[in-house]
DNA sequence: CTGTTAGCGCATTCAG
DNA sequence: CTGAATGCGCTAACAG
């Protein structure tokens, strides 16, 4: 017990090749059922685990997936790893984390990504915020290497993409501060190069229109998501003459939203009372923060689970959940029986929250699945209703979001196509 | 290119077999200059990357570092990633992240770690805040597994271990507010359970004591370290007669601080005026709340670095820096030249701020590295002193923790016989 | 200093 | 249905 046992051990005990304990488990159909069973009470008594790297080389395929992160200043960023280490977990495969440094210069940040093609260490790579790194990502996929990427604001064509509604999200928050009879409302912006930037820009300028609004110019502003810019943004809104000066802002990221708050107690504002406030994300802090944030929850572990949940449907080698470790567990939540009950394209279909775009190629090409953002009502727009606990920190968490689909303006359902 | 070159290739087109091309590539000294120059530039020519998989299964010896974080709801977890992140980068290794789900059961948790050990993937680990995990940790290393824990509770005896100086840290904050004037100054715990709440409570007495003052149990109150349990401490201390209400409070985490600010406005309370506060971590939002945190912060970045710099010594086969990536890059702040320049041993040593506990064991037994804890004033406590930057994201992260060093209640420097 | 020979632990042929 | 042989890509002894 001293020395890792090795598949010949096994063998050796179980009186049969390695090779049969090999089939076995890889879950082999061509296996006489006792031996089966012999062989797996072997592996179980003997906590026999094979190696990853090993039948990685000989399988000619990894078992790894890599995760690139963009450096770890975002909040949530952890919250999207949890989804995929959440999902991982119940698989035999096993995460790899590679970090895009903010200390790096551009041609290194290209050399992380070229390494991790060159390493050849992982099977796929989930590429978080990519961001300028985009592009070279891309460059992955059109060599053949599976890769998904969640949440970026540029979408190579073609790449598996995994994002939030932030259209509808942001529709919805301006939509809600009209509905409290708030007609000017300022909207603090992301980047411009950012597509959610634009999305939620659209958004809100929609929910205007529709409310027979115009966008006034002088209230958008923008910023670059930090609560620094917010602050600013803030200065720039409360400088306005007071016929200006809107009573509602919609900060198109909480952190701004937070810096909005700040700046609007140095100017003796409060919050709901003079201006009200609506943010973007839902970040475990906007709960905290008093007034409590009003804001569009984004469902980031969902994102994860679901960038994973795709790649390992392309990598398709997946057949069963690693089974050893998870065999005691009664699995009582629905989530886990779900996704272990059924492969994983059936279950993406079945919840019918993923997109196909880009008609014209028939086959897949880019597999495009955009998830529900929903607007979380707390005390700072200082609407009656009882603030929402649906987003409330690990609460719903681990739960697939839910069937209920969104505006239909970039979602079809021409999913059949999916697996390959 | 359109297939990954593998070492046979290199090896024909630099007319030499492969066992030279590996030698090159592992810094072997027995290698002829010209050769060596002459492989070299072909495998950079090709973009060749080693396969991890394949020279770990063959050398014996895997290349992967398994990092352990327990659950993501601990903001600075992030932090330290990016410590380690950051060094692994510059070396041949690549991270692997183990997660501790928080919805595992008991036994789930322990078979993440068991898995760990059997799959035999990983050459050592790094675990942050295992927790309840930690006697399983201790297996591990038992086993001889090489294993390093940052800022656990429970120390088992003989694992190297990472962590801040919780005491001085609780006790310059509590002499800050004694300095500022306070008599009355309550603590919030952090969970009793955990090594560092006590140390914190003996930081915030000690300093209460040499100050003269008694330790006033009515007010000491316990959380867990969230913002939750904060605010049903600030609660109880707001529920005092005003005889016995703190005038100031020091709360064991930032968190819970927060909790205490929220909870002040409920009561109609400002800070600092009616009741000074501070915290402990310097998460990143202490600098953005209103009034701003005065806190300790903790070094989570070099606590990760620290980590995985003493795991690598400890493996010490990591020769040189990986090179083919930072090459180019000239290396001008003097952090990277640090550590690229030395080796790890040396580096530490030459810091100073190693100590090495156990002295019964002359060899070495348990290496235990602690770090400085700063003390950051900022608005909450009614400082006149302008609020210290240093600690603001991002501004000095990546520098080596500096040469001063703490309290010398538990550092010695016995450290030449670190590496073995 | 360098080439040759064996495996690392496993998956996958291909014959039984 | 199962065993024996072959090799994944690389390193580690060996011999030269």
Same mark, same amino acid.
């Given at each position: =017990?001293?020395?890792k046992p090795t598949i010949d051990d096994i063998a050796q005990l179980a009186g049969v090749s390695k090779a049969t304990v090999s089939r076995v488990l890889n879950h082999k159909p061509d296996v006489n059922p006792e031996t089966r069973e012999r062989v797996l009470s072997i592996v179980q008594e003997q906590g026999f685990v094979p190696s990853i790297t090993a039948s990685g080389l000989a399988g000619g395929q990894s078992r790894l997936i890599g995760v690139l992160v963009p450096s770890f200043t975002w909040p949530f960023i952890a919250d999207v790893l949890r989804g995929v280490a959440e999902v991982i977990s119940s698989t035999s495969y096993e995460l790899v984390l590679y970090s895009i440094n903010d200390t790096l210069r551009g041609s290194d940040k290209r050399d992380v990504i070229d390494h991790i093609l @060159?390493?050849?260490?992982?099977? &796929?790579?989930?590429?978080?915020?990519p961001g300028m790194q985009a592009r070279h990502v891309a460059r992955l996929h059109s060599h053949g290497f599976p890769v998904v990427l969640i949440d970026d604001q540029f979408i190579p064509p073609g790449v598996p993409w995994i994002h939030a509604d932030n259209f509808t999200g942001a529709y919805s928050a301006a939509q809600h501060l009209i509905a409290l009879g708030h007609r000017r409302i300022a909207h603090i912006q992301g980047p411009a190069g950012y597509l959610c930037s634009r999305e939620r820009y659209q958004g809100y300028s #929609?929910?205007? !229109?529709?409310? &027979? =609004?115009?966008?006034?110019? @002088?209230?958008?502003?923008? &910023?670059d998501f930090t609560e620094i810019s917010g602050q600013a943004a803030a200065r720039a809104l409360f400088a306005l003459s007071p016929e200006q000066r809107p009573t509602a802002i919609f900060a198109a990221s909480d952190q701004m939203a937070f810096g909005v708050l700040a700046v609007a107690e140095e100017y003796g504002l409060t919050v709901p009372g003079d201006v009200a406030l609506a943010g973007f994300d839902d970040i475990g802090l906007s709960?905290?923060?008093?007034?409590?944030? +009003? +804001?569009?929850?984004?469902?980031f572990p969902e994102m994860g689970q679901c960038a994973i949940e795709l790649l390992l449907s392309r990598l398709d080698s997946h057949r069963f959940p690693s089974g050893n470790r998870h065999l005691e567990a009664p699995s009582d939540d629905k989530? !886990?029986?779900? #996704?272990? @009950?059924l492969p994983v394209e059936s279950s993406l279909n079945g919840e019918a929250w993923l997109s196909n775009e880009n008609h014209e190629s028939p086959a897949l090409s880019s597999t495009?699945? !955009?998830?529900? +953002?929903?607007?979380?009502? #707390?005390?700072?727009?200082?609407?009656?209703?009882?603030?929402?606990?649906? @987003? *409330?920190?690990? +609460? *719903?968490?681990g739960a697939v979001p839910p069937a209920s689909r969104e505006e239909p303006h970039d979602v079809s359902f021409s999913t059949p196509g999916l697996s390959s």
């Amino acid at each position: =017990m001293a020395r890792k046992p090795t598949i010949d051990d096994i063998a050796q005990l179980a009186g049969v090749s390695k090779a049969t304990v090999s089939r076995v488990l890889n879950h082999k159909p061509d296996v006489n059922p006792e031996t089966r069973e012999r062989v797996l009470s072997i592996v179980q008594e003997q906590g026999f685990v094979p190696s990853i790297t090993a039948s990685g080389l000989a399988g000619g395929q990894s078992r790894l997936i890599g995760v690139l992160v963009p450096s770890f200043t975002w909040p949530f960023i952890a919250d999207v790893l949890r989804g995929v280490a959440e999902v991982i977990s119940s698989t035999s495969y096993e995460l790899v984390l590679y970090s895009i440094n903010d200390t790096l210069r551009g041609s290194d940040k290209r050399d992380v990504i070229d390494h991790i093609l @060159a390493s050849k260490l992982v099977a &796929g790579l989930i590429a978080i915020f990519p961001g300028m790194q985009a592009r070279h990502v891309a460059r992955l996929h059109s060599h053949g290497f599976p890769v998904v990427l969640i949440d970026d604001q540029f979408i190579p064509p073609g790449v598996p993409w995994i994002h939030a509604d932030n259209f509808t999200g942001a529709y919805s928050a301006a939509q809600h501060l009209i509905a409290l009879g708030h007609r000017r409302i300022a909207h603090i912006q992301g980047p411009a190069g950012y597509l959610c930037s634009r999305e939620r820009y659209q958004g809100y300028s #929609r929910a205007l !229109q529709e409310a &027979g =609004m115009a966008v006034d110019p @002088a209230l958008i502003v923008s &910023g670059d998501f930090t609560e620094i810019s917010g602050q600013a943004a803030a200065r720039a809104l409360f400088a306005l003459s007071p016929e200006q000066r809107p009573t509602a802002i919609f900060a198109a990221s909480d952190q701004m939203a937070f810096g909005v708050l700040a700046v609007a107690e140095e100017y003796g504002l409060t919050v709901p009372g003079d201006v009200a406030l609506a943010g973007f994300d839902d970040i475990g802090l906007s709960s905290l923060v008093r007034p409590a944030l +009003t +804001t569009i929850r984004q469902p980031f572990p969902e994102m994860g689970q679901c960038a994973i949940e795709l790649l390992l449907s392309r990598l398709d080698s997946h057949r069963f959940p690693s089974g050893n470790r998870h065999l005691e567990a009664p699995s009582d939540d629905k989530h !886990q029986e779900f #996704r272990i @009950a059924l492969p994983v394209e059936s279950s993406l279909n079945g919840e019918a929250w993923l997109s196909n775009e880009n008609h014209e190629s028939p086959a897949l090409s880019s597999t495009h699945i !955009q998830l529900a +953002t929903s607007l979380v009502v #707390r005390a700072s727009c200082g609407a009656s209703r009882v603030a929402s606990k649906s @987003a *409330a920190r690990g +609460t *719903a968490w681990g739960a697939v979001p839910p069937a209920s689909r969104e505006e239909p303006h970039d979602v079809s359902f021409s999913t059949p196509g999916l697996s390959s």
